[in-house]
């Protein structure tokens, strides 16, 4: 197995530390999320690509932080009180060896490419990255925010509902 890594940077990490802070307001997109915060900051939220090998990419969270945010987003009551926690996750995307794993329709060669968590990564995988694809902001009043890397290339997924958010959580093997 040819093992990669492609996990948050030192400036995603310190910048997705600010969301532990007051929140003003947050603007949600396909691609980009904004969290407004009360100190005049904003952290922006995207996706990084990586081509790993040829016709193999893999996904990451990317944050960074802005000195003058251009919008303010929807209120966000959960989190304004600030004393929030966060907690970054880690991800496998794999490959499984040509013709191991045929499907409908596949051209035999064709490789299939699957993406969770590394309790997931199956043993006959050919490559492997490991990637930053998700985190969990919680409130200081138990509710929680989680974004993801989405299943469309290059795209976020948010997901407020405090049932698909422990789910998440459980899934993942967080108890805290």
Known sequence: MREY????TADTMEALRKLRGAWRGIS???????VV???GHAVRIG?????????????RIRAELEPTPGVLGVPVED???????????TGVT??????????????????MHFSGHPGQLSETAEVVCVTTDAFVVASAAGRGILIRTG???????????PEQVRAFLLERGYEG
């Open 94 to 111: 794999w490959s499984e060896p040509h013709g191991r794993m045929m499907a409908e329709g596949m051209a035999e060669g064709a490789a």
């Open 47 to 59: 996706i990084d690509t990586a081509d790993v090998e040829a016709l193999f990419d893999a996904y």
């Open 151 to 161: 299943l469309r290339p290059g795209s976020l997924e948010v997901e407020r509902n």
């Open 37 to 39: 915060l009360r100190d």
């Open 5 to 8: 890594r492609f996990q948050a």
């Open 79 to 89: 989190f304004i009180d600030g004393n929030n926690d966060v907690v970054l996750f």
């Open 28 to 34: 949600v997109g396909e691609q980009e999320v904004t």
